[in-house]
């Protein structure tokens, strides 16, 4: 059968009419989208931001790991930051989530300047951007419009990362997010800034795997240390630095420390003593003998991919005039 040039051009010009109103209609997410909208949301973003981990280094993490529940549960559409008897933030790998007070105070001021025109998802991706930035990353443009999520239920969550998951487990999470090996090494070098209560690692230091034995991952000279802030059957809730000597700094000491046996996570050490993850930690230090890798640039190339997980955009979801609850 013969096309004729018209039809061709017909076929052509559907195509293109229909990207152009994919476009338009704010599909995908895109630098510069609140431009004539809300052209002050990164500067007030920024100030909250700023201001809150000026008082309190150790929102940084709070911030970033609030992005990184939310993003992993629904994709990025701010799911975890809604109340509700049963909602994300009820689940156990939440509770110790930090730092939502200065989402809400962004929030209220954005309202203030540019009412219903910022999603809490958005206000959410720049915050954790500045938080890191505020403590030493590299920044990064982020990408915004992302709409917000109706939907957020604790039962959601068992999916999350863990703090125990072999690094087969830690792949596959990661995999079903669009998210390769390389961005889960990179995106769990965030833990440079975190902390960890001691139940969440406390079995590594006396009982590892019913041995009545330490985890032989853990250097014998780190043990007395860990075992110090964590004594056996001792209060759970204390936290501890996951990178040793420069918790509130994001550097590459993180990836030295998993080097030196002084990993506090289980999930953590593995990415050292497993060879599928090694060499990716020894590209971050220098190690390898092939082309070093960045970890400021991969970190924030990483944190743009994971941003866009599971998006919701244009019709899709709204957007909030509180990011406590749905309007």
Known sequence: ?????????AILMCLLLATLTTVAQGQGTRVGFYGTTCPSV????????????RADPTLAAGLLRIFFHDCFVHGCDGSVLLDGPSSEKTAIPN??????????????????????VVSCADISALAARDAVVAVGATSWQVPLGRRDGLVSQASDTANLPAFNDP???????????????QDLVTLVG???????????????LY???????????????????LRALCPNGGDGTVRVGLDTGSVNRFDTSYFTNLRNGRG???????????????????????????????FNVEFGRSMVKMGNIELKTGSQGEIRRVCTATN
Request: proline share 6%.
């Open 190 to 204: 965030g833990h440079t800034i975190g902390t960890a209560g001691c139940a969440t690692f406390s079995y590594r």
């Open 264 to 294: 506090v996570l289980e999930s953590d050490s593995k990415l050292w003593s497993d060879p599928t993850t090694r060499p990716i930690v020894q590209r971050f230090l220098g190690l390898s003998g092939l082309l070093g890798l960045r």
């Open 95 to 116: 509770l110790s989530l930090r730092g939502f007070e200065v989402i809400d105070a962004a929030k209220s001021q954005l309202e203030t300047t540019c009412p219903g």
């Open 167 to 181: 690094i087969s487990v830690q792949i596959s999470k990661f995999a079903d997010k669009g998210l390769n090996t």
């Open 207 to 225: 009982n590892f795997n019913g041995t009545n034995q330490p985890d032989p991952d853990i250097n014998p000279a780190f043990l007395p240390q």
């Open 42 to 53: 990164e500067s007030i973003v920024r100030t909250a931001v700023q201001s809150a981990v």
């Open 1 to 9: 059968m013969k096309v004729s040039f018209f039809s061709i051009m």
